[in-house]
Protein backbone atom coordinates (compact mmCIF):
# COMPACT_ATOMS: atom_id res chain seq x y z
CA UNK A 1 0.00 0.00 0.00
CA UNK A 2 2.52 2.58 1.08
CA UNK A 3 4.77 1.55 -2.25
CA UNK A 4 1.44 2.02 -4.47
CA UNK A 5 1.36 5.96 -2.99
CA UNK A 6 4.85 6.41 -3.26
CA UNK A 7 5.15 5.70 -7.12
CA UNK A 8 1.68 7.55 -7.50
CA UNK A 9 3.20 10.88 -5.70
CA UNK A 10 6.49 9.94 -7.72
CA UNK A 11 4.63 9.55 -11.10
CA UNK A 12 2.70 12.82 -10.24
CA UNK A 13 6.00 14.92 -9.53
CA UNK A 14 7.41 13.63 -13.03
CA UNK A 15 4.70 14.58 -15.05
CA UNK A 16 4.04 17.74 -13.11
CA UNK A 17 7.85 18.52 -13.51
CA UNK A 18 7.50 17.72 -16.87
CA UNK A 19 4.22 20.08 -17.46
CA UNK A 20 5.67 22.61 -16.07
CA UNK A 21 7.03 24.79 -19.38
CA UNK A 22 10.70 26.51 -18.94
CA UNK A 23 10.54 30.29 -18.45
CA UNK A 24 13.44 31.99 -17.69
CA UNK A 25 11.30 34.74 -15.84
CA UNK A 26 9.17 31.56 -13.91
CA UNK A 27 12.14 31.81 -11.03
CA UNK A 28 14.55 29.51 -9.71
CA UNK A 29 14.29 25.34 -9.90
CA UNK A 30 13.73 25.32 -5.94
CA UNK A 31 10.32 27.40 -6.92
CA UNK A 32 9.40 24.93 -9.27
CA UNK A 33 10.22 21.86 -7.47
CA UNK A 34 8.24 23.20 -4.53
CA UNK A 35 5.22 24.30 -6.96
CA UNK A 36 5.31 20.74 -8.81
CA UNK A 37 5.58 18.90 -5.00
CA UNK A 38 2.47 20.88 -3.96
CA UNK A 39 0.30 19.60 -7.25
CA UNK A 40 1.70 16.29 -6.65
CA UNK A 41 0.36 16.55 -2.88
CA UNK A 42 -2.85 17.80 -3.70
CA UNK A 43 -3.52 15.55 -6.15
CA UNK A 44 -3.43 12.62 -4.08
CA UNK A 45 -6.91 10.59 -3.39
CA UNK A 46 -7.65 9.33 0.05
CA UNK A 47 -8.33 5.43 0.75
CA UNK A 48 -11.50 5.14 2.61
CA UNK A 49 -10.76 2.92 5.49
CA UNK A 50 -13.18 0.10 4.59
CA UNK A 51 -11.56 -0.01 1.11
CA UNK A 52 -8.04 -0.24 3.11
CA UNK A 53 -9.63 -2.97 5.03
CA UNK A 54 -10.77 -5.31 2.63
CA UNK A 55 -7.48 -5.00 0.51
CA UNK A 56 -5.79 -6.00 3.49
CA UNK A 57 -7.58 -8.87 4.46
CA UNK A 58 -8.29 -10.00 1.10
CA UNK A 59 -3.97 -9.74 0.87
CA UNK A 60 -3.89 -12.12 3.92
CA UNK A 61 -6.35 -14.00 2.26
CA UNK A 62 -9.09 -14.15 5.45
CA UNK A 63 -12.43 -15.65 4.36
CA UNK A 64 -15.15 -13.23 5.62
CA UNK A 65 -18.46 -14.78 7.32
CA UNK A 66 -20.89 -13.48 4.83
CA UNK A 67 -19.75 -12.85 0.81
CA UNK A 68 -17.59 -9.43 0.61
CA UNK A 69 -18.22 -8.62 4.34
CA UNK A 70 -14.52 -7.73 4.75
CA UNK A 71 -15.43 -4.95 6.87
CA UNK A 72 -17.94 -7.16 9.12
CA UNK A 73 -15.25 -9.48 9.57
CA UNK A 74 -12.58 -7.47 10.79
CA UNK A 75 -14.73 -5.62 13.38
CA UNK A 76 -15.59 -9.11 14.32
CA UNK A 77 -12.09 -10.17 14.91
CA UNK A 78 -11.25 -6.48 16.45
CA UNK A 79 -9.27 -4.92 14.04
CA UNK A 80 -10.85 -1.51 14.02
CA UNK A 81 -10.72 0.91 16.41
CA UNK A 82 -14.08 2.94 17.59
CA UNK A 83 -13.09 6.07 15.60
CA UNK A 84 -12.79 5.00 12.35
CA UNK A 85 -15.78 4.69 10.29
CA UNK A 86 -16.37 2.57 7.44
CA UNK A 87 -16.50 5.57 4.50
CA UNK A 88 -14.25 8.52 5.39
CA UNK A 89 -10.74 8.79 4.85
CA UNK A 90 -8.27 6.78 6.46
CA UNK A 91 -5.18 8.35 8.53
CA UNK A 92 -1.82 6.82 8.66
CA UNK A 93 -2.18 6.07 12.40
CA UNK A 94 -5.52 4.07 12.47
CA UNK A 95 -3.64 2.24 9.47
CA UNK A 96 -0.66 1.53 11.77
CA UNK A 97 -2.75 0.63 14.77
CA UNK A 98 -5.43 -1.71 12.33
CA UNK A 99 -2.00 -3.59 11.16
CA UNK A 100 -0.57 -3.83 13.98
CA UNK A 101 -3.67 -5.42 15.47
Known amino acids: MRRILTFIVVLS ?3 TI ?3 PFNSNAGTTSNL ?4 VTTAINKIDYITAGE ?3 SLLMGA ?3 PDKPLDYW ?3 VKMGL ?3 EVKKDKPLTRAQASYIIWK
Open 61 to 63: KVK
Open 80 to 82: IPA
Open 52 to 54: FVT
Open 18 to 20: SAV
Open 33 to 36: LTQA
Open 13 to 15: LAI
Open 72 to 74: GKA
